[in-house]
């Protein structure tokens, strides 16, 4: 299973980002994906993750009200849309992904993980 991110650059604060993460090789039936990221000098925290069955959305404070996360289950995609960013926004971005019926906010929750795609917020 290969996950990849996508979809980092460079944006003005205030402006907007989509980041993407698609899976391919075998196939699998995600319980949950997540986005995490991690700045640098610092430790990768959770930023948002998405539950399939039953649905639901999950945000880290810093972000709830201006990152969207959205995805589909069949595709084991998710998406995360950027809005209002910060400076402080400024990471790498990962996607991961998990089969186990776990909360999800933890990075031993998650089984696969993308490479990462970075974003840098200019102020």
């Known amino acids: 299973v290969q996950l990849q991110a996508s979809g980092g650059g460079l944006v003005q604060a205030g402006g907007s980002l989509r980041l993407s993460c698609v899976t391919s090789?075998?196939?699998?039936?995600?319980?949950?994906m997540g986005w995490f990221r991690q700045a640098p000098g610092k430790e990768r925290e959770f930023v948002g993750n998405?539950?399939?069955?039953?649905?639901?959305?999950d945000y880290t404070e810093s972000v709830n009200g201006r990152f969207t996360i959205s995805g589909d289950k069949d595709q084991n995609a998710i998406y995360l849309q950027m809005d209002s960013v910060k400076p402080e926004d400024t990471a790498v971005y990962y996607c991961?992904?998990?089969?186990?019926?776990?909360?999800?906010?933890?990075?031993?929750?998650?089984?696969?993980w993308g490479q990462g795609t970075l974003v840098t917020v200019s102020s």
């Open positions: 090789g075998r196939t699998f039936d995600s319980y949950r």
């Open positions: 991961a992904a998990s089969t186990n019926p776990t909360r999800g906010l933890r990075l031993k929750d998650y089984q696969y």
């Open positions: 998405i539950r399939w069955n039953p649905y639901s959305i």
